[in-house]
């Protein structure tokens, strides 16, 4: 097989171009909670709901952390000591991610609840704002609708443009966190206005259902992480599908004159694909030139076949994915 195909870390001319978008994205992402963090972090108060917000938006910043440093890892070359390349980095950033959510996601529930469960009475005071004294909490909720304009309606829908182009569950995961976010916000000004209207458990209400968001992201994207890492079957971008690419590699290889039978077993190595090709032939003996067009064809199938392993045999595989 071409030379250039085998732990590629190049990309096609729109991959490649998606990749330098995605990556300012995460950039302004960054830039942008940032700013949110210190803004809320003025006018949090004594609201729990408003904290756990606040804690909510310091933990989207790791999706982005972690793309981008598993990238730096993504674009060395393989070795002798990782055969295979470090495209896996991606999936353990993904990991990371999923299991930092998780844990401070139910710390902030049982946190919440057992508020909830003590009768705390949260208290919103005033604030004296260019010589009139303002209620906090209509501060808190222009602050919560302000900040949610940039995840929904920018850099969320953004992420979840590239994420199928790049096939990366990483960016998807960032993205669809992003565009959940008004659950958030909307739970955060209930919470608020809630305690100015006297309805005190309305904010530590609010609290455990940002919390049992944040757990929710983590649980979820600790699963995916986890099973893409033990080597499951490939899937889509958004875990909802096998990859349809196995049917597509099993049916070029079916065309071809010399092949009776064909499978595949399809791994996803955190954003490209290693292939195992099994082919059953019609008559004893193939040529090497056979095995390494048939590669060579294979790896022309999509930009995400990082390498093709095409293996003959007498029978095919039981665990092998046929295409049908």
Known sequence: MKNHEFGRTDLPPEQAKALRSAIRW?????????ITIAVIALVVGNSQAMR????????????Q??????????????????????????GVGHLVAGVALLAVGVNLAVESAAGLIAGEHPTIGTV??????????????????????????????AKAR???????????????????DWQTTVAS???????????????????????????????????????????????????AHPDPLAREIVSYLRSRPWVRDAAVRLRDQGQVFHVEAFVVP???????????????GIADLDWKVQDVVVVPAEALPDEADRGR
Request: glycine residues 8%; charged residues 15%.
């Open 26 to 34: 995460e950039w302004f992402t960054i830039g942008y909670t940032s």
């Open 52 to 63: 756990t917000a606040w804690i909510e938006d310091m933990l989207s910043l790791i999706p």
């Open 65 to 90: 952390f972690a793309f981008l440093i598993a990238l730096l890892f993504v674009r060395r070359r393989p070795s002798l000591k990782h055969p295979y390349g470090l495209h896996r980095a991606m």
């Open 128 to 157: 004296q704002l260019w010589g009139h004294t303002v209620w906090l909490g209509w501060l808190m909720v222009a602050v919560m609708a302000v900040v949610v304009v940039g995840p929904i309606f920018f850099y969320g829908p």
């Open 162 to 180: 590239l994420a199928p182009v790049l096939h990366n569950k990483l960016l998807f995961a960032d993205a669809d966190m992003a565009k959940a």
């Open 189 to 239: 000004i209930v919470g608020v206005l809630g305690v100015g209207a006297g309805v005190w458990w309305l904010d530590g209400a609010a609290a455990v259902f940002i919390s049992l968001g944040i757990i929710w992201d983590g649980a979820r994207n600790t699963r995916t992480a986890i099973v893409d890492l033990m080597d499951q079957r490939a899937r889509t971008f958004d875990s």
């Open 282 to 296: 019609r008559r004893g003996k193939i040529a090497v030139q056979d095995i390494s067009r048939v590669a060579e």
